[in-house]
């Protein structure tokens, strides 16, 4: 099993990023995936999930309305686009099942900062 998140970087307040997690080893295309950031001296929270059709998607609080998930199974990628980027957001990103039943990849490191 392997998850690679890719996509992060350096951003202005209200600028955007598309972060992507390909995922191999595993049923992706059967499997809810879900994103997670985990901010410095914080606990890693839940951002998003996504059903394994691709619909039905959920957000945390913090991120309704900002953030989209979607899936490509045929690709076995994840995304996260990421609009109207905060301060706030800065964190490491992880994708994982939403039971966190796979190891974590090395994330995706999303700074925003003017």
């Known amino acids: 099993v392997q998850l690679v998140e890719s996509g992060g970087g350096l951003v202005e307040p209200g600028g955007f990023l598309r972060l992507s997690c390909a995922a191999s080893g595993f049923a992706f295309g059967m499997s809810s995936m879900s994103w997670f950031r985990q901010a410095p001296g914080k606990e890693r929270e839940l951002l998003a999930t996504?059903?394994?059709?691709?619909?039905?998607?959920e957000y945390a609080d913090s991120v309704k309305g900002r953030f989209t998930i979607s899936r490509d199974n045929a690709k076995n990628i994840l995304n996260l686009q990421m609009n109207n980027l905060k301060s706030e957001d800065t964190a490491v990103y992880y994708c994982?099942?939403?039971?966190?039943?796979?190891?974590w990849g090395q994330g995706t490191q999303v700074t925003v900062s003017s």
């Open positions: 994982n099942t939403p039971w966190i039943t796979l190891g």
């Open positions: 996504i059903p394994s059709d691709g619909f039905n998607t």
